[in-house]
């Protein structure tokens, strides 16, 4: 069975300094993965998705994440966060039937 | 194209009332997920349909619940006698395709339906 596991619920940080929001994952199948955020009040928007090849992908506002097989993980870096990134932030992976599973998500505060 | 549209938008209901939740997929999109989101916590599937037919509810509280995606109009959901434990987001998604298809990967999501039971 698929599970996705973000190890942190919250990641504070300043302005302009550098994030990771941590993802493992748990498959059985092929691997495809995603991460969504989620704006207060609102649905999720697609950020990046890893599907197949380059095991490092990019989203068009400067986050991007790499697939490690080898440790199981989808973890989302920026290398220069701003304060409109404040957001909740899921990771999910494909589960039977096209569905998704998502992890409990990690709120991610950005401080002036 | 006006995406995944989802209403009402905020539902309030008293205990034991029902709650029916609508879901139009986007043009073209003959798959549809539901998804609850409770306070604090990530979304869980729920159920997926296609038109007319429930292809998975594995997610689904065994009681109460119900969902549908009638040939014409939107996807239902459902909840009889609703308490205070269903107070919750539900978010619909749809896919164009169905599992195993090229570009089956990605549902786009509505905005979701924020459900209060007092």
């Known amino acids: 069975a698929q599970s996705v596991t973000q190890l942190d619920s919250q990641v504070p940080v300043f302005e302009e300094a550098p994030v990771e929001l941590r993802c493992n994952y748990s498959?059985?199948?092929?691997?495809?993965l995603f991460w969504y955020v989620q704006y207060p009040n609102q649905g999720l928007q697609l950020l990046l998705k890893?599907?197949?090849?380059?095991?490092l992908v990019e989203s068009i506002n400067g986050f991007e994440a790499e697939f490690n097989k080898s440790q199981t993980s989808f973890h989302l870096r920026k290398p220069s966060v701003h304060i409109s990134d404040t957001a909740e932030y899921f990771c999910?992976?494909?589960?039977?039937?096209?569905?998704?599973?998502f992890g409990a998500g990690t709120r991610l505060a950005v401080h002036p | 194209n006006a995406g995944v549209m989802q209403n009402p938008r905020h539902l309030v209901r008293r205990r034991g009332q029902e709650a029916r939740l609508r879901c139009s997929p986007m043009?073209?999109?003959?798959?549809v997920y539901w998804y609850r989101q409770l306070p604090e916590e990530g979304l869980k599937f729920m159920v997926y349909?296609?038109?007319?037919?429930?292809?998975?509810e594995s997610g689904m509280p065994k009681e109460r619940f119900s969902a549908e995606f009638p040939k014409e109009g939107p996807s239902i959901l459902r909840i009889q006698q609703v308490v205070r434990g269903d107070s919750a987001a539900y978010f619909c998604?749809?896919?164009?395709?169905?599992?195993?298809?090229?570009?089956?990967?990605?549902?786009?999501f509505g905005a979701g339906s924020r459900l209060t039971v007092l």
């Open positions: 998604a749809s896919s164009p395709v169905g599992p195993g298809a090229a570009g089956a990967n990605v549902l786009t």
């Open positions: 498959s059985s199948v092929s691997v495809y």
């Open positions: 890893y599907l197949s090849g380059s095991t």
């Open positions: 999910a992976v494909i589960g039977g039937y096209n569905k998704l599973i």
């Open positions: 043009k073209g999109h003959s798959h």
């Open positions: 349909l296609q038109k007319e037919n429930i292809i998975d």
